[in-house]
């Protein structure tokens, strides 16, 4: 009876501390999921609705994406029409009217950054090409520095009783991140002007970041499959102009990079992409740790 009268108060103690309201947010990628939980920490209860090891342009609109959506009051994505082929459907099928994109709850992560690749001629015959430019912007650590300072505000103007709490988990943020910055391209000095194949256009950001070569690409277009006639047109090419890596995302299917890698004579690297593209990329400070880890032993 004692024991259950202690049971019953722990019960009663625990009611009478308020439910803690957490903001819901709906994450397209890990990167964003992983920024935001950077920013927002326990404020803030995070759904992602992709992982690293899916297609970001592909994705099923499956009821239980409907279902968060439904109940989010922010929605992080990339945006620059990255998620054109799901996010528009679950975004209207969810109801939710907080969260669509002409709303506070609703952050385009592209919007904050200069884009690269922004096309002269719109074409679809040219494949995944996106009239925003390429979306693939979480590549280079100083746009997740930018898309940090335009998320904190809008953290702030959902949920304005954590503005504090968010301002200053950002300026922490911030200066760790800075700091990391210098670091990796300090690191990263010896990248410079290195030569690399790409297996889908989804680099731009980190070649110009590092001052990478992009001299091919193993996607005939962007979001078209290798074909053996492009792979061995690539191939010829790197004979007269050798390049020293075959680079992937972690959620490419390897074995076009494996087929060029292996009769040119230079490494495939599959980097990790996003948060949890790799073992050690779990979170955003080790995914470039890694990335430029990977690249680095790749020179060797
Ligand atoms: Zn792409």
């Known amino acids: 009876m004692k024991r259950f009268l202690i049971f019953l108060a722990v019960l009663t103690g625990l009611a009478a501390v308020p439910a803690k309201a957490e903001l819901k947010v709906f994450a397209c990628e890990p990167e964003w999921a992983a920024l935001t939980q950077e920013l927002g920490g326990d404020r803030v209860s ?175 277009k962007p979001g078209v499959e290798p074909t053996s006639a492009h792979l061995t047109a690539v191939l010829e090419k790197l004979q007269r102009q050798p390049a020293r890596i075959v680079l992937r995302a972690a959620y490419s299917d390897g074995r076009a990079s494996e087929w060029l890698a292996e009769r040119a004579k230079i490494p495939a690297v599959a980097v990790p992409f996003t948060v949890g593209g790799s073992d050690k990329a779990k979170d955003l400070f080790s995914l470039f740790d890694d990335t430029v880890q990977q690249l680095l032993g790749a020179l060797k």
């Open 46 to 220: 995070i759904y992602v609705a992709t992982n690293a090891f899916q297609d970001p342009h592909r994705v099923e609109a499956k009821p239980s994406l409907l279902a968060r959506a439904r109940r989010a009051q922010l929605v992080v994505c990339t945006g620059a029409e990255l998620e054109i082929a799901w996010l528009p459907v679950v975004l209207r099928q969810s109801g939710n009217s907080a969260v669509q994109p002409d709303k506070p709850g609703y952050f385009e992560a592209a919007n904050y950054v200069q884009k690269l690749e922004i096309p002269t001629r719109l074409d679809r015959a040219e494949g995944d090409v996106h009239a925003a430019g390429n979306p693939h912007i979480q590549t280079d650590p100083r746009n997740i520095g930018r898309v940090a300072a335009a998320l904190v505000q809008r953290l702030a103007e959902i949920d304005p009783a954590g503005a504090t709490y968010y301002q200053t988990r950002y300026r922490d943020f911030a200066s760790r991140w800075e700091a990391a910055i210098k670091r990796w391209e300090q690191q990263a000095a010896p990248l410079k002007d290195v030569r690399i194949v790409v297996q889908h256009k989804g680099f731009p950001y980190l070649v110009n970041w590092l001052g990478l070569r992009e001299v091919a690409a193993l996607e005939p």
